[in-house]
């Protein structure tokens, strides 16, 4: 079987964000209201390569000093220490803590630089003009949106380690500058996730004309 990719847009439909019905626009109009719940249509995302693009270099400058800054202090008799994510991933390392350390090396270091240069990449091959690999880059997108769910996980870890640390006698843990960047970084690179519109992937696709099976 053998149709070339027809899209909504191509026959003049919009679809609601809100409900997903399909509705064409009043002659003339480019954006209109959804006649189901009465959310503003358009045909794409407003501004979505733009506004994707802000909050990714925002995302990608918070992680310098999310990863720079210490996200912890320890408190102890001796005084107060504080460390990095990195520094903790290496305190943590341990035949018993390796587990932990991992998750929080996967967790805070290398999931949100991959998130930031897998969304890089496919904002650059939008903006190019891309016919090559849509499918493998929507899958990568869906990717991106998955793991986004699962980058509060670290709150969750920290919390964990800090409640451990409290365990020991005459010891405290408080939050540091660089957790407030690394919160910034979760939730910039989700905004980021959230304002790119995979459809763009296709519009250069659909107008090659090149065929689908
Ligand atoms: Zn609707």
Redesign the pocket.
């Known amino acids: 079987m053998s149709a070339v990719a027809m899209t909504a847009m191509a026959h003049g439909l919009q679809r ?1 964000e ?2 997903a ?1 399909l509705s064409r626009p009043a002659p003339g109009a480019t954006h209109g209201e ?1 006649p ?2 009465g ?1 503003e249509l358009s045909f794409r995302k407003h501004d979505s390569v733009q506004r994707t693009w802000a909050f990714l270099i925002a995302a990608a400058v918070c992680y310098v000093p999310a990863n720079l800054l210490p996200v912890l202090t320890t408190h102890t008799a001796a005084g107060a220490e504080s460390d990095t994510i990195l520094q903790g991933v290496v305190l943590l390392w341990s035949p018993t803590g390796w587990p932990l350390s991992l998750i929080v090396l996967f967790a805070s270091i290398m999931i949100p630089s991959g998130k930031i240069v897998a969304l890089g990449y496919l904002l650059l091959s939008v903006q190019r003009g891309s016919i090559q690999h849509g499918e493998q880059r929507v899958r990568l997108y869906r990717l991106v949106g998955f793991i986004g769910r699962w980058s509060m996980v670290d709150v969750f870890v920290d919390t964990f380690t800090a409640a451990l640390v409290q365990l020991q006698p005459l010891m405290s843990v408080s939050p540091a500058p660089g957790l407030v960047f690394f919160a910034a970084v979760v939730v910039l690179t989700m905004l980021a996730v959230e304002s790119f519109d995979p459809r763009l992937i296709w519009d250069p696709v659909t107008a090659s004309g090149v065929r689908h099976a």
Do not use: F
Request: overall charge neutral; aromatic content about 0%; some cysteine.
């Open positions: 609601c809100g409900c019905l959804c189901r719940c959310e």
